[in-house]
């Protein structure tokens, strides 16, 4: 679901970053990960991957998300929304909070913090070691609209083996 999402994400910051004329500071924090010595790199990837991945879910898709358990569209909305905002760069808070929607599907079909914090994890670690493994004069920011579409439907196929949405937010789970 959330790797489906990413081309939108991209695509769309990439177009506000292009109108603003501006690039997302996050893109220098990756860029500087990339290219840290290899201890270093795994500090950061910690710091930048992990340690997100399980506090901004815990708060966004836990807590914030318990607020509007009786509303489950404005508990899907709201919480991707506020996710998006926190990172308070324009060109990052847009595709953040598309990508929060992804997590937010995760944890409202799962019922459950766990999927959408591995996934969390799993994206943040993922442009980490993408970044560090691409080709440095590739500077492309654009993204082709089948890739865009090809991720719709890869969304789709991931959230429909995510099983039938729970029909409401368990009042037994406890965020960690």
Known sequence: VVFGV?????????????ALHRASPSEEVVRIAANAPPLTFVA????????PGLFEEALFRGFVTRLYQGWRWVAWLVPSALFGLVHLDPVQSIGTAI???????????TSTLVPSMVAHTVYNG?????????????????????????????????????????SELDPNEVAP
């Open 126 to 166: 993922s442009v980490l070691l993408a970044a560090r493994f691409a080709d440095p004069s590739d500077e492309s920011a654009s993204m082709p609209i089948a890739a865009v579409l090809g991720g719709c439907v890869l969304a789709a196929l991931g959230s429909q083996l995510l099983g039938a949405p729970n």
């Open 99 to 109: 990508l929060g929607l992804g997590f937010g599907w995760i944890r409202l079909r």
């Open 6 to 18: 990413t081309p939108l994400a991209i695509g769309i910051a990439a177009a506000v970053g292009d």
């Open 44 to 51: 950061l990837w910690i710091c930048i991957a992990v340690l």
